[in-house]
């Protein structure tokens, strides 16, 4: 977590989100990290964010592991839940150059850099640059709108155990239903917050 563990000066954790309704704009500089559903790719929002895990050791054998995000008191979700589920990017289009950065939108992993050129998409929907199956989902619910509160999702051990050995993309946070979930933004707080205690969080188990 950034500012606290392993030591207050970790700053390893990136992220930032992606607006199919904004597609070419950076969109790294907000104070949240929105996900979005509504009836067309122009009304999806998703999340990405990245660990550095470089202080794990890499004959580590990973035995667990799970990320968990602060929801802000902005969320706004409609009379239908939303599943947010969260993603890995394949390897293979980590070994094709697209390693996404800070400056990444819809369309372009990084400046002038689009997911196109590694992952074959060129549709409005972009769902070729992560995996479609989710590692995990949580389901939420209009009931926590106007409230701020930590949630979690499960991390295969696998997956962490492929970014020990170097090949690190990060992860995507989405709505499973997009468009056939009610119209919904879920906030959440940013890297670089003021309050250390709102970033988001990887815990890994190992031996």
């Known amino acids: 977590?950034?500012?606290?563990?392993?030591?207050?000066?970790?700053?390893?954790?990136i992220d930032t989100w992606a607006d199919g309704g904004q597609q070419a704009t950076v969109l790294g500089g907000n104070a949240f990290r929105r996900i979005k559903t509504g009836s067309g790719a122009?009304?999806?929002?998703?999340?990405?964010?990245k660990f550095d895990v470089t202080s794990i050791p890499v004959n580590a054998q990973v035995i667990s592991a799970e990320v968990?995000?602060?929801k802000m008191n902005t969320t706004n979700i409609g009379s239908n839940p939303v599943t947010?589920?969260?993603?890995?990017?394949p390897v293979s289009i980590y070994t094709g150059g697209c390693i996404w950065s800070l400056t990444a939108t819809w369309t372009e992993y990084g400046s002038s850099n689009v997911w196109f050129s590694c992952?074959?998409?060129s549709s409005g929907s972009q769902l070729s640059f992560f995996n479609n199956t989710p590692l995990n989902t949580v389901s939420l619910t209009n009931s926590i709108n106007s409230t701020s509160a930590l949630y979690a999702w499960t991390?295969?051990?696998?997956?962490?155990?492929?970014?020990?050995?170097?090949?690190?993309?990060?992860?995507?946070?989405r709505s499973e239903g997009e468009f056939t979930e009610s119209v919904s933004s879920i906030d959440f707080y940013p890297y670089n917050?003021?309050?250390?205690?709102?970033h988001a969080t990887l815990l890994v188990t190992y031996q």
Do not use: C
């Not at 122009?42 to 964010?49: E, I, K």
């Not at 947010?84 to 990017?89: C, N, P």
């Open 1 to 13: 977590q950034n500012g606290v563990f392993p030591t207050s000066s970790y700053a390893g954790e």
């Open 42 to 49: 122009s009304a999806y929002g998703r999340v990405l964010l």
């Open 68 to 70: 968990q995000m602060k």
């Open 84 to 89: 947010v589920g969260v993603h890995d990017l």
């Open 119 to 121: 992952d074959g998409d």
């Open 155 to 173: 991390i295969p051990a696998a997956t962490v155990q492929t970014w020990i050995s170097g090949k690190n993309n990060g992860l995507v946070l």
């Open 193 to 198: 917050d003021a309050t250390a205690s709102n």
